[in-house]
Nanobody, 128 residues
Framework: QVQLVESGGGLVQAGGSLRLSCAAS????????MGWFRQAPGKEREFVAAISWSGGSTYYADSVKGRFTISRDNAKNTVYLQMNSLKPEDTAVYYC???WGLGVVVTTMGFSYEYDYWGQGTQVTVSS
């Protein structure tokens, strides 16, 4: 069982930056692949980024590639999402998610059904 708690959301102007954190419980965090998803009002939840259990592989949605960076610190049981050059269309509730990661190819982890554990989300609002 893994419990996830996101933090770091807020209100930022277009062009600004935010760093989201997702703190995980459990002693086996380093065995989980992690992902970030987001959901804007009236829209489906969409994939943002994923990272392998070791942190050696990452995968991004085209819409955030070059602007967002996913990383993890297994010693701190935390995964991060650094968001730069934010745009109003990045406004959404951001969720982190986890799934057992050993043997997973992270570039296949772009679908929400592939994840077993979810946080409650943190709101990101980008003003124009």
């Amino acid at each position: 069982q893994v419990q996830l708690v996101e933090s770091g959301g807020g209100l930022v102007q277009a062009g600004g930056s935010l760093r989201l954190s997702c703190a995980a419980s459990g002693r086996t965090f380093s065995s989980y692949a992690m992902g970030w998803f987001r959901q804007a009002p009236g829209k489906e939840r969409e994939f943002v980024a994923a990272i392998s259990w070791s942190g050696g592989s990452t995968y991004y949605a085209d819409s955030v590639k070059g602007r967002f960076t996913i990383s993890r610190d297994n010693a701190k049981n935390t995964v991060y999402l650094q968001m730069n050059s934010l745009k109003p269309e990045d406004t959404a509730v951001y969720y982190c998610a986890a799934t057992w990661g050993l043997g997973v190819v992270v570039t296949t982890m772009g679908f929400s059904y592939e994840y077993d554990y979810w946080g409650q989300g943190t709101q990101v609002t980008v003003s124009s």
